[in-house]
């Protein structure tokens, strides 16, 4: 589970490559560059991107997107806050 | 860490997993930590390791003995995880998590041996780490077997080194660092390592590590990204000294000699075979102490499968390793802990053949090493 900035965000702790425990990883924004950045290296997404930290795959917080691979997307699970707890919905 | 061992169907409906077979790491890495080596080296060099130590490290990167000339550019992020082990006990705990039944332990500093300048000091680095490896690794863990280092700077103290351990069980292979080497390894200049090994049994491994250097295959200075650099230096230095080592004939003149190749892959190995094959119907002239082609000969080697290559289509990694004989000749490795890892249940979970993936999984290494197969 993730709190980014009051909004939490949940993910599994399983990673597609080598099913490592990609949630273990450390939280911190990544690189962009394209068309779409004017061609320059922009750090974007800062504290929204996960690291697994067997092979330093990231993937994007809210959305499960695997930055590396377009075709990889991890399931989300909704969080909601209610009566004072954290409850993930399977 | 969690660890998934799925069960893979075999063809009489049995359900095999990981912890059902022998599984034998054919490369790990153990942390030296310089103070240690210290109380192992001859003196003047004990009074360097020491000073050596007062010096905070990174990743495989300690001034004055694996200084990593980096000039990249460190954003935050990447792998927060422990990349190291500095005791048996941290190294057995990890295997036990991989089901990994048998390990060869390599260095983690030492891989850079071969770019050590002053070569009395690297032929001390070696002989102390072998007796520090030998003192507090293998002899405290019966399951974690040794590559014994010898300085290529130094042959003739190598054989020596391989000599004093000979009969000794505990060493498996002599490892030829091949990272940042001046002189490949078919040169003559290291037959009497050749011949100490063969003499004792122990066959040999090549293994090289990411780093740029003035050296053939590492003058990868022009390349900006580890990326490149990391793709590049070790297969290459692999073909690099294979081809070194066949030019010279080191295959036909230690007949008895086993030869492996670690952590550069496999694809690199058919490619190999092939074009060296189609230069040898023009060329055997220049190469007459080979007594059958290179592709034949290299059949006999031995290869760490590290890092398996991951194809969109995973299959094709089966059919990969049909190309050169894998099924009999690739051998499991890990590279536990290092950042490029592969998790046994990962090759495990490749398409192979139940019997080729034991054989691979464990008892091509057993072959190789000459190590006990239980059962």
């Known amino acids: 589970m993730f709190n980014i900035r009051g909004s939490f965000h949940a993910l599994p702790n399983l990673c597609p490559h080598q099913r490592g425990p990609l949630c273990e990883g450390g939280v911190s924004g990544t690189i962009d560059y394209g068309p779409h950045t004017d061609w320059k290296l922009a750090w974007i997404w800062e504290g929204e991107v996960v690291t697994c930290p067997w092979h330093s795959l990231e993937f994007h917080i809210p959305t499960g997107q695997c930055v590396a691979f377009n075709d990889i997307r991890l399931r989300t699970y909704e969080v909601r806050v209610a009566e004072g707890e954290l409850r993930v919905v399977i | ?375």
């Not at chain 2, 094709?316 to 690739?330: H, I, K, R, T, Y």
Request: charged share 25%; glycine share 6%.
């Open chain 2, 1 to 375: 860490m969690a660890t998934d061992v799925s069960p893979r169907e075999t063809g009489g409906g049995r359900r095999e997993t990981l912890a059902d077979l022998f599984v034998v790491d054919a490369d790990v890495h153990v942390h030296e930590d310089p103070g240690e080596l210290a109380e192992y080296a001859d003196p003047p060099w004990d009074v360097a390791l020491r000073e050596i130590a007062k010096v905070e490290e990174r990743y495989l990167d300690l001034p004055g003995i694996s200084p990593r000339a980096e000039y990249r550019v460190p954003f935050p992020g990447g792998s927060n995880r422990r990349q190291i082990v500095t005791s048996a006990r941290e190294l057995r705990g990890g295997l036990d998590a991989l089901h990994v039944n048998r390990a060869v332990l390599f260095p983690d500093h030492l891989l850079s041996l071969a770019m050590v300048r002053d070569p009395e000091f690297a032929t001390t680095l070696a002989v102390a780490y072998n007796r520090w490896l030998y003192e507090r690794w293998l002899t405290e863990e019966p399951s974690l077997s040794g590559a014994l280092v010898i300085a290529p700077q130094n042959p003739i103290a190598g054989a020596e080194d391989i000599r004093r351990y000979a009969g000794r069980r505990e060493f498996v292979c002599v490892y030829l660092p091949a990272s940042g080497l001046k002189i490949l390894y078919g040169h003559e200049l290291y037959d009497p390592v050749y011949e100490a090994a063969a003499e004792t049994g122990l066959p040999v491994v090549i293994h090289s590590v990411e780093a740029v250097y003035p050296a053939f295959p590492f003058q990868l200075e022009q390349f900006r990204t580890s990326l490149a650099v990391h793709a590049l230096a070790h297969p290459l230095s692999m073909i690099a000294n294979l081809v070194s080592m066949l030019e010279t004939g080191v295959p036909i003149r230690f007949p008895e000699l086993k030869i492996g190749f670690m952590e550069a892959g496999t694809a690199w190995v058919p490619f190999l075979a092939n074009r060296l094959d189609k230069e040898y119907v023009e060329r055997r002239r220049e190469v007459p102490l080979l007594q059958e082609t290179p592709s034949r000969t290299m059949r006999r080697f031995f290869y760490g499968t590290q890092p398996v290559e991951e194809p969109e289509r995973r299959s094709d990694v089966v059919a990969q390793f049909e190309l050169f004989d894998g099924e009999n000749q690739a051998m499991f490795a890990s590279d536990w802990p290092h950042h490029d890892f592969d998790h046994p249940q990962h090759v495990f979970g490749l398409p192979f053949a139940p019997e080729a993936r034991r054989k691979i999984m464990g008892l091509n290494a057993a072959r190789f090493f000459g190590l006990d197969v239980p059962g």
